[in-house]
């Protein structure tokens, strides 16, 4: 598995992954292309014989030392084999060496990846139970 930047001709199939794993919740597709403008080498993909795999986008935050994860999403047929982890670490690599001491992310408080999360590091700051609006509790997470 070779994980590299996104290029824009990697977008359409980042966002199939995307509405394949988030559905409504999912970013549309003129923010992953703004968002692959925006914060240059932090849409890494992860691919195998030249198919996508996995995404996970990452960017600043206001603070120059602050980091956030905004989507990771790993294709079913390739879950449970540690692709989500090697994403999320890559991500994190990449703030790190921009300078981010700091990384934030939220999540579902019962999604599984909760686990991930956690086992690099990240520990739970806050919980908001309208993160997302009505009815869309997150998980607050930061890894300092």
């Known amino acids: 598995m070779k994980i590299r930047a996104a290029t824009k001709a990697d977008l359409a199939e980042v966002y199939q992954l995307e ?15 703004q968002a692959w403008d925006l914060w240059p ?18 960017g600043r935050g206001e603070k120059v030392n602050e980091g956030w994860i905004l989507s990771l999403a790993v294709a079913p047929a390739a879950r449970g084999r540690g692709l989500g982890l090697q994403l999320l670490q890559a991500a994190v690599t990449a703030l790190e060496e921009r300078g ?22 990240f520990v739970e700051a806050g919980r908001e139970n309208d993160y997302f609006g009505p009815g869309e509790p997150r998980l607050v997470m930061v890894r300092s």
């Not at 794993?21 to 292309?33: K, S, V």
């Not at 019962?110 to 956690?118: E, F, V």
């Open 19 to 33: 509405c394949v794993a988030f559905g409504e919740h999912g970013y549309p597709y003129f923010f992953l292309r």
């Open 41 to 58: 080498g932090s849409l890494l993909v992860a691919e195998s014989e030249r198919e996508l795999q996995g995404y996970v986008l990452a």
């Open 100 to 121: 981010c001491a700091r990384i934030k992310l939220t999540v579902l408080p019962d999604n599984p990846a909760l686990q991930l999360y956690q086992s690099l590091g």
